[in-house]
């Protein structure tokens, strides 16, 4: 069975910094990769998801986020946060057989500091 | 299009009570989820429906939790009864296909139990 790390529980960067959030994965064969984000009393938004092909995958917001199969890792990436990128952010992982539900990380809280 | 709908946003009810939670999916998405999310933590899968079909109820707590999806359509998901460990966010999901597209979420229902 697949399952994720998150292993930074929070996070605070200053407006203006950049910013990289951590996953990695287990999982046997090739994964999809998600990255999700959770502002208070919100569902979940998808931010960028990674099938195949390139590696770097750009999403919304100005997130982008690089699959590393030699380092099972999937990390979020943004040059420079607003103060509005404050939110929880979830990493997911999935599988091709089709049927398989997403597994999520528990999360990373992103504070955002003048 | 329109996005995941799901009602009520809270509830609070006392331990032993029942609750029931409605789920209308993106229209023509054949796969549905319920996920359990509780403070601090990423999503739980509960259950995942194709079309009117339990796929996955592996971690769903049967013996108070159920769900359905009668028509292949919306979904509730019932709890009875409560215990105060079910206290957390209740988000439904949908996707087409399963697998290999994001999982589309509502803004989830929070549930107080005390």
């Known amino acids: 069975a697949q399952s994720v790390t998150q292993p930074d529980i929070h996070i605070t960067v200053s407006e203006g910094a950049s910013l990289e959030l951590r996953c990695n994965y287990s999982y046997g064969a090739t994964p999809y990769l998600f990255w999700y984000v959770q502002s208070p009393g919100q569902g979940l938004q998808l931010l960028l998801k990674?099938?195949?092909?390139?590696?770097l995958v750009q999403g919304i917001k100005g997130f982008e986020a690089e699959f590393k199969r030699s380092q099972s890792s999937f990390n979020l990436r943004k040059p420079s946060v607003h103060w509005s990128d404050a939110a929880e952010y979830f990493c997911?992982?999935?599988?091709?057989?089709?049927?398989?539900?997403?597994?999520f990380g528990k999360g990373t809280r992103l504070s955002v500091i003048a | 299009e329109a996005g995941v709908a799901q009602s009520p946003r809270y509830k609070i009810i006392e331990k032993r009570q029942s609750v029931a939670f409605w789920c209308n999916p993106i229209s023509g998405h054949a796969t549905l989820y319920w996920y359990q999310q509780i403070l601090g933590q990423g999503p739980k899968l509960l259950i995942q429906?194709?079309?009117?079909?339990?796929?996955?109820d592996s971690q769903l707590p049967k013996d108070r939790f159920s769900a359905e999806r009668l028509k292949g359509v919306d979904s509730t998901l019932k709890i009875q009864p409560a215990k105060l460990e079910d206290s957390a966010v209740y988000l439904c999901?949908?996707?087409?296909?399963?697998?290999?597209?994001?999982?589309?979420f509502g803004n989830g229902t929070r549930l107080t139990v005390t």
């Open positions: 999901a949908s996707s087409h296909p399963p697998g290999e597209s994001p999982l589309h």
């Open positions: 990674y099938f195949s092909g390139d590696t």
């Open positions: 997911a992982v999935g599988t091709h057989s089709g049927n398989t539900p997403l597994v």
């Open positions: 429906f194709q079309n009117n079909g339990v796929v996955d």
